[in-house]
């Protein structure tokens, strides 16, 4: 069974920094690709980061190139998703996928709401 579970989302205020988390099951930690993607109110839901692990290609999107950063704990089945210099634009549901089989994305979690303050 596949479960992603994301956490760590909350308020904050612009230049802070935080960290969201994505509780994997074995099955979801092991996929070739992770990625993160986020949905704000009245717009299609966009992809943040991803990365192939077998190669650590990586595609970040240009709006956050330079303050996300992707990574991920083998010992704890959990990928982390580091968010410096948040901005108000960066407020969204955040997401975590993998991929399922070679379609990516493939399995999602259930959204953590991260809400930045100017």
């Known amino acids: 069974q596949v479960q992603l579970i994301e956490s760590g989302g909350r308020l904050v205020q612009a230049g802070d920094s935080l960290r969201l988390s994505c509780l994997a099951s074995?099955?979801?930690?092991?996929?070739?690709?992770m990625g993160w993607f986020r949905q704000a109110p009245g717009k299609d839901r966009e992809q943040v980061v991803s990365i192939i692990w077998s190669d650590g290609t990586t595609y970040y999107a240009d709006s956050v190139k330079g303050r996300f950063t992707i990574s991920r704990d083998s010992a704890k089945n959990t990928f982390y998703l580091q968010m410096n210099s948040l901005k108000p634009e960066d407020t969204a549901v955040y997401y975590c996928?993998?991929?399922?089989?070679?379609?990516?994305?493939?399995?999602w979690g259930q959204g953590t709401q991260v809400t930045v303050s100017s």
């Open positions: 996928t993998t991929a399922s089989g070679s379609s990516f994305p493939g399995f």
């Open positions: 074995d099955l979801a930690f092991n996929s070739y690709r």
